[in-house]
């Protein structure tokens, strides 16, 4: 029986291109540090928004990721309205 793939690790989502086979944790921080709403949302609509967030966390623990500040507060700026539409969704 095959693993179920995920839509993240589509190639045509840019983020495994060349490993379909990545790990949960990597796909999540990739769809992260790209950065578009459809990849975060899909993150967490996958795998849950207490996993993004966790991994988020680990982004910003990791001081060799090199975010801008306007790129943290709008990674921020989106998971909270990700968040506010699934509480609004009854998710």
Do not use: C, T
Not at 16 to 34: D, F, G, K, Q
Not at 53 to 74: H, N, V
Request: proline share 3%; no cysteine; aromatic share 6%.
């Amino acid at each position: 029986m095959k693993a179920k793939r995920v839509s993240l690790a589509d190639p045509s989502r840019g983020l495994a291109w060349s490993n379909p086979n990545l790990s949960s944790e990597v796909l999540v921080r990739s769809a992260l540090r790209h950065g578009a709403f459809y990849l975060v949302l899909d993150a967490v609509l996958e795998f849950g928004l207490p996993f993004v967030r966790e991994q988020w966390a680990l982004i910003l623990a990791d001081k060799d990721a090199k975010l801008s500040a306007r790129a943290q507060a709008d990674i921020e700026r989106k998971l909270n309205n990700i968040e506010r539409g699934l509480r609004a969704a009854g998710a």
